[in-house]
């Protein structure tokens, strides 16, 4: 969310998790903080060093525009760069096979997380009992990389729900694992529990 206080004599503050925008010192709106991503400021408006504060922790641009609004000057937090870098770390592992070869260790890891979880419930792990380590990468692009493991991530998904869905009673277990759109309360806290 963008917040623009561009309004005459507007003063942005905080009030308790929250930006307050403030008009002859009554609060008119307010905006949590994690919703906000850029605040943009006009001429003729104050803001509080509590706003800038938590502008800062949750990586909120502040920018300060003139009265025909082009940009004057930028407040971005100091981990700003970090992004910057963690990007040209990305770009260089897409080149180098070094993305392929974590995407596989991550694969890895998840199925043997499945296979565990089924094991202490007695239940049938065996489809999912997949040689990773055979996958080759360096002879490989990395989109055929990706284009096998997320094959093999989607088979075993498949494979593990249907085999997880058995734990529940018959009034709480869905029929499929759905992420788009999901009706059923159970597939509803998986997808919660994926996205936080």
Known sequence: MQLIINDFGQYLGTKDQNFA???????????????????????GNCVS?????????????????????????????????????????????????KGSIIAKAILKTRIASQIGLLDKYGLNSEKLNVNID???????TVDEVRTRLTLIEAKCSKQF????????????????REKYKAQSPLNNLLNLGMKY
Request: a positive charge; one cysteine or more.
């Open 49 to 97: 060093t509590n706003a800038l504060f938590w502008a800062s922790v949750y990586g909120v641009e502040v920018v300060i525009v003139g009265k025909t609004g082009r940009p004057l000057s930028m407040m971005l937090p100091l981990s700003t760069d970090k992004w910057v870098k963690t990007r040209l770390k990305q770009y260089e592992a897409y080149q180098n096979h």
């Open 134 to 140: 055979r996958i080759e990468v360096e002879n490989k």
């Open 21 to 43: 925008l403030y008009e002859d010192k009554k609060v008119i709106r307010e905006f949590p903080f994690f919703k906000v991503s850029q605040i943009v400021l006009g001429s």
């Open 161 to 176: 729900f249907k085999q997880y869905f058995t734990l529940f009673t018959r009034c709480h277990k869905p029929k499929k």
